[in-house]
């Protein structure tokens, strides 16, 4: 398999329903054909017939360390470095508070104001319970690398904007990082999938990343985290479940971390959502990062050409230069929202993010200039007849 280069887009791996442009795979990847009948085999021939011996038999308590292999290719990411389990939000939460605990005597956090709000809370949340000081430091993105000090005893910074795509320089803010004696935390959200990433190169001590977006592992899919080998050993996982236990079936009294990352496992794995992962992953069999990222800033570049000639209302928001964007493309409009629910009543799907975003997520594996061209046609057709201006496409919905 890994030996056939796959030629882009491979939209016949994927389930798109008909009539739908998505670009939304940024927020929630499509379904990869098979994932029923894969899904149907566990339920019916795994957990059905063997049960509680699924666990040995089927490989289920070894699908951390085998899926967070398959997500450390697309991340460069040695064997052994990454698991899987819980959602991002907790991902951060543990990589954090391993990160804190390395550095004592530093007291600042370091994010900047393009993070998901979710990092930034779960910042809080943790020093909140530390209570022994600690300072969340938020600074705009362009003064992320200047603004790492020999106070800040972690930079957690998301690489990819949510909002705007703006793309972080991983290699120069994580020296920056190590230059200040910082550790260095990167959320791979937007990036996983979507953009070349070099863990190894990078050099940066923890990594989390979702796998429900540009990995298509479906809804509620579970996180990802990695840490650097040489850390590994010795950070502390902030939450002591069994399964981050040394030798969960001694049933020891007492907490004994295992060994390197298989210590950030915590409870039992989502196996139905974790199945349903691992064969999303085989989508990337023999597919390329830099094809996709050549594609993807093709797609991004034709999308801001075509809207900005024909849509003068829109203003963008994402970098021009598609070295400095990951794979999406945001414009500005005032009635945003209404503008997205009119653009989805008619088949083309991306989402908003307030105050004023409309967000298109680009993703090759299954979009090509066709699609971005057809749908530059519906968003015209939107704008300028202010398709949007209706009370039903004025109305907020529970999720954006
Ligand atoms: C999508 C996203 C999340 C979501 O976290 P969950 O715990 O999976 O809901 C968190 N952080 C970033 C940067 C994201 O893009």
């Known amino acids: 398999m890994k030996d056939t280069i796959q030629t882009l887009p491979l939209k016949d791996k994927f389930h798109l329903p008909e009539g739908m442009i998505y670009l939304d795979g940024n927020s929630l990847g499509p379904l990869p054909k098979g994932t029923n009948a894969r899904v149907a085999e566990m339920l019916t021939a795994e957990w059905g017939e063997h049960l509680i011996t699924g666990w040995n038999r089927d490989g289920w308590m070894a699908q951390p360390e085998r899926v967070g292999n398959m997500v450390g290719r697309l991340i460069g990411a040695p064997e052994g470095t990454v698991t899987m389990g819980d959602t991002l939000s907790v991902k951060v939460y543990q990589a954090l508070s391993a990160a804190l605990k390395m550095r004592p005597g530093r007291h600042v956090i370091l994010s900047d104001s393009g993070n998901f709000p979710s990092d930034l809370y779960m910042a809080q949340g943790l020093i909140q319970q530390l209570d022994q000081g600690y300072e969340l430091r938020v600074v705009d993105p362009e003064e992320v690398a200047t603004s790492i000090d020999e106070t800040v005893a972690v930079a957690m910074i998301t690489q990819v904007d ?239």
């Open 162 to 400: 949510y909002r705007t795509g703006r793309m972080h320089d991983m290699n120069a803010v994580t020296k920056a990082a190590h230059d200040a004696g910082a550790v260095m935390l990167w959320d791979l959200a937007h990036s996983a999938g979507a953009v070349p990433v070099d863990l190894q190169t990078s050099n940066c001590e923890f990594a989390v990343g979702c796998t429900y977006k540009y990995l298509n592992g479906g809804p509620g899919a579970p996180a990802f985290i990695y840490a650097r080998p040489d850390v590994a050993d010795t950070m502390d996982a902030a939450l002591a479940g069994w399964l981050g236990h040394d030798a969960p079936f001694a049933f020891e009294p007492d907490y004994r971390p295992a060994p390197g990352i298989g210590r950030m496992r915590v409870g039992t794995p989502p196996v139905m959502q974790m199945t349903t992962l691992e064969h999303a992953l085989s989508v990337w069999d023999g597919v390329d990062m830099a094809d996709i990222r050549m594609a993807s800033i093709r797609l991004c570049d034709l999308f801001i050409r075509e809207v900005e000639a024909r849509c003068p209302d829109l203003t963008l928001v994402s970098p021009r230069d598609g070295a400095l964007r990951g794979s999406q493309v945001s414009f500005a409009f005032e009635n945003g929202y209404a503008a997205m629910q009119a653009l989805i009543a008619r088949g083309v799907v991306g989402d908003f993010r307030a105050p004023d975003i409309i967000r298109f997520g680009f993703t090759p594996l299954y979009i090509d200039e066709s699609d971005v061209l057809a749908a530059v046609d519906v968003l015209e057709d939107v704008i300028k007849n202010d398709l949007w201006d209706t009370p039903e496409y004025k109305r907020k919905a529970r999720v954006t």
